[in-house]
């Protein structure tokens, strides 16, 4: 069973960056589709960026040019680089892994003005 544990949330101050990491365990990591999704305080949980097998990258338009996302097979992991963060990215971010529809714990970013 693949188990997903993101890393990497924080405090920043608005205009900062930051970098999460989803590091998968007990499986096969290469095959399928990833994302981030978050979930603000009283929202309900969105999606933000998906990463095919191939490489190929999508991102909500909330995001789009301002978080990049990658996987590196080889180490069984997944980023989100975000720059230029604003408070209303705060949030629980989660990652996602379509084979096995499994998602990880969540760690918490807070972007404060």
């Known amino acids: 069973q693949v188990k997903l544990v993101e890393s990497g949330g924080g405090l920043v101050q608005a205009g900062g960056s930051l970098r999460l990491s989803c590091a998968a365990s007990?499986?096969?990591?290469?095959?399928?589709?990833m994302a981030w999704h978050r979930q603000a305080p009283g929202k309900q949980r969105e999606w933000v960026a998906h990463?095919?097998?191939?490489?190929?990258?999508t991102y909500a338009d909330s995001v789009k040019g301002r978080f990049t996302i990658s996987r590196d097979n080889a180490k069984n992991t997944m980023y989100l680089q975000m720059n230029s963060l604003k408070p209303e990215d705060t949030g629980v971010y989660y990652c996602?892994?379509?084979?096995?529809?499994?998602w990880g714990q969540g760690t918490q970013v807070t972007v404060s003005s």
């Open positions: 007990g499986g096969s990591f290469s095959f399928g589709g």
């Open positions: 996602y892994k379509e084979q096995g529809a499994l």
């Open positions: 990463i095919r097998s191939t490489g190929t990258t």
